[in-house]
């Protein structure tokens, strides 16, 4: 195997080691760590050289080596911005659920949850914190690379040791945060302001852990200290008087139906605009259909009376306004005569 040589272009002073820079160069620093003990315990090198020459020659060796480095990873970072300079950054949608100890998170590489997305993922990096989630990868999408991430400071602090991730599908991610406190999370993001990737509810994972959820909403509800603390009578009455708001709670509790299931998820990956439209919408073309089929239902006598009595409205209402108008006219023609009248008059007063 050719070893490369990547000695410093510094002279060096001592020439009489000369598989000491080789060894550097193929990565061997245990076997030079392991002899320079050696030397340090001896006090001198069998071959003559004392341990300044050792000193002298490693230090000098690792800062070659040191250089060298930095200037590798100074050409891997020049060669990533070159990659991912001008690519189109992707903010992912996600999904969201929890339960009382931990959180569900479904990561979908596209802008929106119900949008196409990328189906092939590279350089996908995940980073679990105590407090945040950092996800970054590299797909195309329609014949264009583009960047998609992540970058969310969660709610609450989770344990990083026991939270883990998973590509689930194609185009898709799983993650699973463990909480340290258990409990419901009010919303996931720790901020209240808008977010800007679409988070939604993950609504299959929410109705399997609801009761799992309720009852820790519960439990702590419970634990919670009251600020007087009640005589044994007052708190019997207020543990019959909870057991029997759960029990209704629980006998009136809404069971959703498969059916009833699958048209939410349809509703919700509706538009806003048609949310907010449609209702109105099937109001008119309900009533409209109302309408026509009572006039289909209708005989052709029931019809003919209809339509007469319609007529017979209609005569009706231009006879009311023909008395307006003749009275408006007679009004005209009063007004004309009295002032043809006070023209002759004043006309035979300058006569006069």
């Known amino acids: 195997m ?19 820079p080789l060894a550097a160069n193929l990565n061997w620093q245990a076997l030079v760590a392991r002899r320079h003990e050696r030397a ?13 020459a050792w000193q002298s020659e490693v230090g000098m060796l690792a800062k070659d080596l040191k250089h060298r480095a930095d200037e590798f990873a100074a050409i891997a970072d020049k060669a990533y911005r070159g990659q991912t300079k001008g690519l189109v950054e992707v903010h992912s949608a996600m999904q969201w659920a929890q339960n009382s100890t931990a959180v569900f998170l479904g990561v979908k590489f596209a802008a929106r949850w119900s949008a196409p997305g990328a189906i092939e993922i590279a350089d996908l990096r995940v980073n679990i914190t105590a407090s945040s989630f950092e996800l970054e990868g590299f797909g195309h999408h329609s ?18 040791e026991q939270s883990i991730w998973s590509a689930s599908s194609v185009g898709r991610l799983t993650a699973t945060f463990h909480k340290v406190k258990a409990g419901k999370w009010p919303r996931l993001a720790k901020g209240k302001e808008r977010s800007k990737h679409q988070v939604g509810a993950w ?17 702590a509800d419970k634990a919670k200290p009251s600020p007087e603390t009640p005589g044994p009578e ?69 019809r003919r ?48």
């Open 2 to 20: 050719t070893a490369l040589n990547f000695q410093s272009n510094e002279k060096t002073p001592h020439t009489s080691l000369p598989w000491l």
């Open 143 to 160: 014949g264009i690379r583009k960047r998609y991430s992540v970058q969310l400071s969660l709610f609450d602090d989770v344990v990083p």
């Open 234 to 302: 007052k708190a019997q009455k207020a543990e019959t008087g909870s057991q029997a708001s759960s029990g209704k709670r629980e006998k009136g509790q809404r069971v959703h139906t498969p059916w009833r299931k699958s048209i939410l998820r349809q509703w919700k990956r509706l538009p806003r605009r048609v949310r907010d439209v449609l209702p109105f919408a099937l109001v008119i073309a309900g009533v409209l259909t109302f309408i026509t089929a009572v006039y289909r239902g209708l005989s052709p006598e029931q």
């Open 305 to 352: 009376v209809t339509m007469t009595s319609h007529d017979i409205a209609g005569r009706h209402e231009a006879r009311m306004r023909e008395p307006v108008a003749a009275e408006s006219s007679i009004d005209g023609e009063q007004e004309d005569v009295s002032h043809q009248n006070r023209q002759a008059q004043e006309a035979e007063a300058d006569g006069t």
């Open 40 to 52: 340090a315990i001896s006090g001198s090198d069998n071959d003559g050289d004392g341990l300044a």
């Open 203 to 219: 609504l299959d994972m929410q109705e399997r852990w609801a009761d799992d959820l309720n009852k820790a909403g519960t439990s």
